[in-house]
């Protein structure tokens, strides 16, 4: 960008008439800018998100007090109180989980 182009576009900064203007005299689709830009603040919001989700994830296996070394996938859908000692106990425990 030279020096004149960027003195132009800071007068302009206050002027959206001559703003648009500026950016049409040099081919800038102002609309499809501000898409690009909603964009990417979505892919760096997702990009943020799925960090923080693998640090908690990262987090729960550290402080786990299970000791395998290898991940235990399990939902209460493969909960079954019935199968344990004490089932009433064991029905009261997942109520309490679902909770």
């Known amino acids: 960008?030279?020096?004149?182009?960027?003195?132009?576009?800071l007068q302009a900064v206050g002027n959206p008439e001559k703003f648009e203007r500026l950016a049409k005299e040099h081919g800038?689709?102002?609309?499809?800018?501000?898409?690009?830009?909603?964009?990417?603040n979505k892919a760096a919001q997702h990009t943020y998100e799925q960090?923080?989700?693998?640090?908690k994830n990262k987090a729960y296996r550290r402080y786990s007090l299970y000791s395998g070394n290898k991940p235990i996938n399990f939902s209460f859908n493969q909960w079954k109180p019935e199968m344990q000692?004490?089932?009433e106990k064991a029905k009261q425990v997942a109520k309490q989980c679902h909770q």
């Not at 960008?1 to 576009?9: A, F, G, S």
């Not at 960090?51 to 640090?55: G, P, Q, V």
Request: glycine share 0%.
């Open 28 to 40: 800038v689709d102002l609309k499809k800018a501000a898409a690009t830009q909603e964009d990417r």
């Open 85 to 87: 000692d004490d089932s």
């Open 51 to 55: 960090m923080l989700t693998d640090k």
């Open 1 to 9: 960008m030279t020096k004149n182009i960027v003195m132009e576009v």
